[in-house]
């Protein structure tokens, strides 16, 4: 049998933007955080998650799949170029 998932012990009201997407924040027991967000699809842009942790924030930041899906590949063929 599976683990069953864990449930969130905190659900933030949504947070609508201007746009009328809808962005929510729950956390569970286990220290996770989870962002729901409307309006897909989307991609990673953005990810710090390490450092020093007395002095820096984790940070995620994602982009509407076009926008993102365009960047991923703009890198791509700038480290090509660079190989040679």
């Given amino acids: 049998m599976a683990d069953e998932p864990l449930k969130a012990h905190f659900v933030a009201d949504p947070i609508e933007l201007p746009d009328g997407r809808r962005v929510q924040v729950s956390a569970y027991p286990d220290g996770s955080i989870r962002f729901r ?12 998650l390490s450092g020093n942790p007395e002095r820096d924030k984790a940070i995620l930041k994602i982009s509407p799949g076009k926008q993102g899906s365009a960047a991923a590949y703009n890198y791509v063929d700038e480290l090509k170029r660079k190989q040679g």
């Fill in 37 to 48: 967000v409307d309006g897909l699809p989307y991609v990673l842009t953005e990810a710090y």
